[in-house]
């Protein structure tokens, strides 16, 4: 029996918690199993060289939020990377539904994700590899945890740089995270909520997993370079035209954040979250921002809006 015939096709209500466990749904080596049962060889190259591009969808009360831009991004990514991904863009998504579907779960994030994959034996030529392509869906959780989120996070910018994007494109949603990790720690061990990498310029960038806006004079800036350019960076564009707030791309060095009035990060699993201190000291008057309080509440409004959502079809088996 394949793990396809395992579940059983049914309303969410009706799936069994013991076959659809909490956790998520994978699809690996061509099955949907358990997430927890989804595994890699430790010889795959996207294990051993973060040789790999993925995504992260999320899916809202039973639909995707701003969808074909993550799929538009994730095959640009494998594109960039020279990834021949083994699937077509309907196959993808028709994956990354059944995923949800057979998880049963209503918010979810959902990560297509293309590795190198394993290697020839004995060689290290990545041409000799085969892309392996695998996807999950598992219960949605926030990058920054919800009370941070509403007290607003203080944020420590690292004291070493980004990667250069000279050397790894940060336009391509990748696992090469180690700057981002030392960051992290550094972070913490200055009390800090999270990091945010400047560039060899001393320019803010992004932090790991999310952009940021700083708002000055009814202003929002947002980096240009050096960064992934963000689903929810790009929504907050929008956000901020119908709000009839202006925004500009520019670059944005350590001092204006420390002099912006308001700031707030951006990520598809949080949206739109407020920064009230850099390293330690507080923006403007150390609350979140009004702007910021704005953006945020239509964010979620948009949630209800069928423009920016694609329902998923709990019952029916994707083809
Ligand atoms: C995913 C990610 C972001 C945020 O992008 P969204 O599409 O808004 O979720 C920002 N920076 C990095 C490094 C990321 O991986």
């Known amino acids: 029996m394949s793990a396809l015939d ?20 994978a699809f ?12 890699i060889s430790v010889l795959d190259f996207g294990f051993t060289r973060s040789d790999c591009a993925f995504d992260t969808l999320k899916v809202w009360d039973g639909g995707y939020f701003r969808r074909d831009l993550h799929i538009d991004r994730f095959l640009t990514s494998c594109e960039t990377l020279r990834l021949d991904l083994p699937v077509s863009r309907e196959e993808l998504t028709g994956i990354l539904d059944e995923c949800v579907r057979r998880s049963g779960l209503r918010r979810a994030l959902v990560k297509p994700v293309c590795t190198r994959g394993l290697p020839a034996p004995g060689s290290r030529d990545p041409r000799d590899a085969t892309p392996n392509f695998f996807a999950y869906a598992q219960p ?3 990058t920054i945890k919800k009370e941070v989120q509403d007290r607003g996070l203080d944020l420590i910018v690292a004291s070493a740089p980004r990667i250069s994007p000279d050397a790894v494109d940060p336009r391509i949603k990748n696992y090469n995270r180690l700057d981002f990790v030392a960051g992290l720690f550094e972070a913490f061990d200055r009390g800090g909520d999270n990091v945010l990498m400047p560039d060899e310029d001393g320019n803010i960038t992004e932090g790991p997993g999310f952009n940021v806006f ?44 420390k002099g912006a009035d308001e700031a707030f990060i951006t990520s598809t699993a949080g949206g739109i979250m407020p920064v009230t201190a850099i390293d330690g000291e507080p923006l403007g008057d150390g609350g979140p921002g009004p702007r910021t309080g704005q953006i945020r509440d239509l964010y979620w409004a948009k949630h ?3 423009e920016w959502m694609t329902p998923i079809d709990y019952r029916t088996r994707a083809p």
């Open 304 to 306: 209800d809006d069928p």
């Open 214 to 257: 700083v708002v000055k004079d009814g202003e929002a800036v947002t980096p240009g370079r050096g960064m992934l350019e963000g689903v929810t960076r790009e929504v907050a564009f929008r956000l901020c035209e119908e709000l009839q707030i202006r925004t500009r791309v520019a670059p944005v060095p350590t001092a204006a954040l």
């Open 28 to 39: 690996i080596d061509g099955d949907y199993r358990p997430l927890r049962d989804a595994k």
């Open 6 to 25: 395992e579940f059983p096709m049914s309303a969410p209500e009706a799936v069994d918690p013991d076959i659809a466990p909490a956790e998520g749904i």
């Open 140 to 142: 949605y959780s926030d």
